[in-house]
């Protein structure tokens, strides 16, 4: 038997119990393979508006759906509500067409109605009334669906359910050939659009207070925060809420992904003078978290050139906070929202958190989403009393304590364990890479806690996963989702190649990307192109740009030729540096002038080395690596390695001084240079390099004279 069961809020949180029972006693041979929704999902009532809120709904691959009311009043009031009931979910289900045959609905419904009192002079066969599991197991006998393929059908009912069907036929192409690519990518997108157990539960359970979501980079927690997001919406419509990000390209997503999942709640778009999707950071132009706070507390707002000319360019947006957290810190609170959710946490500072909890509701309604490893060497988050501090009396605002999962309630603390985006062999290779697992020299980097790497989704193929100890590892079978080795040939998706010079590169995708629109039938924005080196992106990649265009294609330089809010763009190929590129995902990558990601100086390797992480795990399928010069080549041996060992990784694992002497060959340099050199890089990226033009006179000539050199 296997029962999923999600707490989303329930009316009447007494009874949950005794209908778990009631549905485990009736299956209790085994025969069970579905999900039990607890106050989900929402349905209204079409001539007034008014929501109906299921006490629970069964849905299971041999017996279709099965809605519960709890109820003790007369039988006509128990005949009207099952009849609504019965009627709405019937609409909702048959306007999808693969849930239809011959113009009926393929998979049956039945409504009961759970009495937790005695039932007296009402005949069990004149209604679905429950009370024993007696009563449950004959009207399960008769719901039983005789059809082919039930598996597939409750998952497109989960579908449904889950309110991810429009996200299942978004951006669907127009393919015929099952050879393509992109009809592997439809089926793929087709299949991603059911969520796995622990994604249900972090989308629907509400703890109504702190709840915390971590996983890898591509596990689903931005379609998780903004499926809650939307159904805390339609279940509160009278709450504030606040979506907050650090990348600016997330704000079009976060917009697309909650109107579509409002829609499909209530078949209304959402009522935007209640949800706040705003960038964490803003301006005194631009709504974002900081800007907003500041503003209702009165207090000075910096924009990204202050606070850079202020702080630091590293610590441009943690002065900000740190600064404002100072000035309203002894204020009383003011609650501007009652829920709020944050996504890509491990890029924010410590002092934002605290601003939150100036500014959100007294249970501290809060959910944070964070990577678990968003770059190589990189893979914890502060706890929740470091995150958002102490109280007047010096006690944590929110501890650990308040994230302890208790048996049969919502869920505090979820770990999505699943990567959804990169195949695992991608994925493998990235690691590979990152790590320097199979350079000449040895790895340059290494996890402080050899069992990390089972928490990232590793298993153990031999050996021993400990310091000093020689190990092989490959990803855990059960956590690779199947249609990546179902629908992508592992081959055919790993391409990577040195040449002689920019120009013979350049020429050879531009071939590649002409064969992927028009032989593997992807879209232009199907297609992302990432620059190895930040600094010189525009400069470098203008060529490339120009190229395309003189073949028909479509470009545009994220953030530079076009919004910095958009990162993709219909009918466009995009082209981007690292910095831009993060938090962003696409079918197909290619990473050029990847030898810079080799070439380099103790002190840059590692840096590097997370570049190609990066870039790496931005794909969804396929990943093409070219570079020039003996760079690259060094680089392909790497690569060669990796596949000939079929993308286990194989090495020795360093002792812990063999841990603390990496850490002074690659990491002793000058900290403030290196900080502000990746910051200068990051502006450059980014397009807002104009920054620079605030330079006197001096030294902006020292910079020409400099850079001529």
């Keep these: 038997m296997k029962l999923d069961i999600i707490y989303g809020h329930s009316r009447n949180p007494e009874i949950n119990q005794d209908i778990v029972d009631l549905v485990n006693s009736a299956f209790s041979d085994g025969d069970l393979y579905g999900t039990l929704f607890f106050g989900y999902p929402i349905l209204i009532k079409t001539h007034t508006g008014d929501k109906i809120v299921l006490d629970a709904l069964l849905i299971t691959s041999k017996h279709g759906v099965i809605a519960f009311t709890e109820s003790n009043l007369s039988i006509e009031v128990i005949q009207d509500a099952q009849d609504e009931i019965y009627n709405k979910l019937q609409s909702k289900l048959i306007e999808f067409k693969f849930l239809t045959k011959n113009r009926t609905l393929i998979p049956s419904i039945e409504v009961v109605t759970f009495c937790s009192g005695q039932i007296d002079n009402i005949p069990i066969t004149s209604e679905k009334l429950v009370h024993e599991p007696c009563d449950f197991s004959s009207i399960i006998e008769n719901s039983l669906t005789n059809i082919e393929n039930n598996l597939n059908v409750y998952n497109q009912v989960n579908s449904v359910i889950e309110s991810l069907v429009s996200f299942k036929d978004r951006k669907s192409r127009d393919v015929t050939d099952t050879k393509t690519l992109g009809w592997a990518m439809n089926q793929i997108e087709k299949e991603i659009a059911n969520l796995d157990r622990e994604q249900k539960r972090a989308a629907i359970e509400d703890a109504n207070g702190p709840q915390r979501i971590r996983g890898l980079a591509g596990s689903g927690k931005t379609i998780v925060l903004a499926l809650k997001a939307a159904y805390l919406h339609v279940q509160n419509p009278d709450k504030k809420i606040c979506i907050t990000f650090n990348t600016r390209s997330l704000k079009e997503q976060f917009i697309d992904l909650v109107t579509r999942f409002t829609f499909e709640h209530i078949k ?87 601003l939150i909890i100036k500014v959100v509701s007294d249970n501290k309604h809060i959910i944070w989403a964070y990577d678990e490893l968003q770059t190589i060497g990189k893979y914890t988050i502060d706890s929740p009393e470091i995150l958002f501090g102490n109280n007047s009396s010096g006690i944590a605002n929110i501890s650990s304590n308040d994230l302890v999962n208790e048996s049969k309630k919502p869920t505090k603390d979820f770990i999505l364990k699943k990567c959804y985006r990169n195949p695992p062999w991608v994925l493998s290779l990235a690691h590979a890479l990152g790590f320097g697992l199979y350079k000449s020299t040895g790895p340059i980097q290494a996890f402080d806690y050899p069992q990390f790497w089972n928490d990232i989704g590793y298993s153990v193929v031999s050996g021993t996963l400990d310091f000093g100890g020689d190990v092989v590892l490959e990803r855990d079978r059960e956590n690779i989702p199947d249609f990546f080795n179902k629908f992508i040939n592992k081959n055919h ?119 190609l992480f990066t870039a790496i795990t931005r794909t969804r399928a396929h990943i093409n690596i070219f570079g020039c010069g003996g760079g690259m080549s060094a680089l392909v041996e790497e690569i060669d390695r990796v596949v000939q060992n079929d993308y286990k990784l194989t090495f020795k694992y360093p002792t812990v001084k063999e841990l603390e002497d990496m850490r002074v060959l690659y990491r002793n340099y000058d900290k403030n240079t290196i900080a502000t050199k990746d910051a200068v890089s990051k502006l450059l990226d980014i397009g807002k390099a104009d920054v620079l033009k605030t330079l006197s006179k001096e030294d902006k000539q020292a910079l020409i004279e400099l850079l001529s050199q």
């Design 493 to 611: 998706s790993v391409v990577y190649k040195t040449f002689g010079d920019v120009d013979q590169q350049y020429s050879f995708v531009v071939d590649s990307i002409i064969r992927n629109i028009n032989e593997d039938k992807m879209s232009p924005h199907d297609i992302l192109v990432i620059n190895a080196n930040p600094i010189y992106t525009k400069r470098d990649t203008a060529k490339l740009r120009m190229m395309l265009n003189e073949n028909g294609i479509d470009n545009h330089l994220a953030g530079v030729t076009s919004s910095v809010d958009q990162f993709f763009i219909d009918g466009k190929v995009t082209i981007s540096g690292i910095f831009r590129a993060k938090g962003n995902e696409a079918p197909i990558v290619y990473i050029v002038n990847s030898d810079y990601c080799f070439d380099a100086n103790n002190n840059d390797i590692v840096m590097r080395r997370n570049i």
């Design 268 to 354: 209304d778009k959402p009522n935007w003078e209640m949800i706040d999707i705003i960038h964490a950071w803003g301006s005194n132009a631009s709504k974002g978290v900081y800007s907003h706070i500041a503003k209702v507390y009165k207090k000075e707002i910096l924009d990204f050139s202050q606070a850079a000319h202020r702080f630091g360019y590293e610590d441009a947006f943690s002065g900000c906070c740190n600064k404002l957290l100072s000035e309203v810190i002894l204020e009383p609170q003011v609650k501007i929202y009652d829920i709020v959710l944050i996504d890509e946490a491990q890029d924010l500072p410590r002092s934002f958190f605290e």
